[in-house]
């Protein structure tokens, strides 16, 4: 069983590899966690011993099955503890992560399970990121932004691709929240801000919020979507 530490790590690969088909360099490993590029590759090596991450220095770092396994095991403890939070303890959506990444570290099948069932086995988290089942089975919605709508173009929002409180904080006070329908009105060229409207409001959105946004994109007959 990986340790604490080990098991941050496997996270952290897996969300990289997700951005990455070329798999997670140091560096990157590095910024994920805060931590020294120099501790990154002791690491690396000591998980590329136990079978966890495949690893050659100057190329990326991918995860074995195990590891894979490993990984979402976390994923799913973490995600499964931020519903809890939310839904049964009242936190909002902003305060979660730092308690989840401790949660996340308690090692019992039976407890997270009875949490899964206790929860009605949900399928996305609080910030619309995928849960894996107990099987390790996992499925992503499609990485679709605001940025990548057209203009006249309408979707509902399906998650957050940045989870720093600040930017929470300010989706929640715009009311931008998981099932909320935007649409694109303008894209302006200068500073590629995009005016939309939500909630029967008009509004200008900066380059940086558009990007962060996950969408599921809305065909030209509102009752088709394109579902994840």
């Excluded at 099948?109 to 899964?116: A, K, M, P």
Aim: with cysteine; proline share 2%; charged share 30%.
């Amino acid at each position: 069983m990986p340790s604490l530490a080990e098991e941050n790590y496997l996270k952290a690969v897996y969300k990289l590899c997700r951005k990455s088909r070329t798999g997670a360099s140091t560096n990157a490993i590095a910024d994920q966690l805060d931590s020294k590029a120099s501790s990154v590759t002791d690491m690396v090596k000591k998980l590329a011993e136990k079978k966890l991450v495949n690893y050659k220095k100057y190329q990326g770092v991918t995860l074995t099955n195990e590891g894979q396994k490993a990984a979402l095991v976390t994923l799913r403890k973490h995600r499964l503890w931020e519903v809890f939070l939310v839904e049964k303890l009242n936190f909002k959506w902003d305060q979660v992560h730092e308690m989840a990444e401790e949660l996340e570290h308690i090692n019992s099948d039976e407890l997270i399970n009875r949490l899964d069932a206790f929860l009605d086995f949900p399928k996305y988290d609080p910030h619309g990121d995928p849960i894996p089942d107990k099987n390790g089975n996992i499925q992503h919605h499609k990485d679709t932004t605001i940025a990548d709508l057209a203009v006249g173009e309408t979707g509902i929002i399906l998650g957050v691709k940045e989870h720093n409180s600040s930017f929470l904080q300010y989706l929640e006070k715009h009311n931008m929240v998981i099932g909320t329908e935007i649409k694109v009105n303008e894209k302006i060229d200068f500073d590629h801000s995009i005016e939309i409207t939500i909630n029967e409001k008009i509004m200008t959105v900066s380059n940086q919020v558009a990007v962060n946004l996950f969408i599921d994109k809305l065909k030209h007959n509102k009752d088709e979507k394109d579902f994840i």
